[in-house]
């Protein structure tokens, strides 16, 4: 995977979170987690006030990414895979993490 490419691209994820831009967040997604969407929503604080990209771990085929979301009265650390589908990083598989 291009690692400056995808590091971007999560980033960019990061910030469409906290400014609640779920169209973007949703094509993040790959086709089977977008069916998901709605369950991987209610584990974000309501509303996320900050999110910050805390690691990100470049392998050839995947990339791992651990997002901090914090709200006003919650927070939690939401751990991503991402690949490359059809060209581009996706989301494969996202949940918290202690």
Do not use: F, N
């Not at 086709?31 to 969407?37: D, G």
């Not at 751990?79 to 494969?92: A, C, E, F, K, L």
């Amino acid at each position: 995977m291009d690692g400056a490419g995808t590091k971007d691209t999560i980033q960019r994820h990061a910030e469409a979170v906290e400014r609640g831009d779920w169209d973007t967040v949703i094509g993040d997604l790959s086709k089977e987690l977008q069916a998901q969407a709605a369950t991987i929503a209610q584990t974000l604080p309501q509303p996320v006030t900050s999110a910050k990209v805390v690691s990100v771990e470049v392998g050839d085929t995947e990339t791992v990414a651990r997002i901090h979301y914090a709200g006003d009265t919650s927070e939690v650390t939401i751990q991503s895979h991402w690949r490359d589908v059809d060209g581009r990083p996706t989301i494969v598989h996202a949940g918290p993490v202690d």
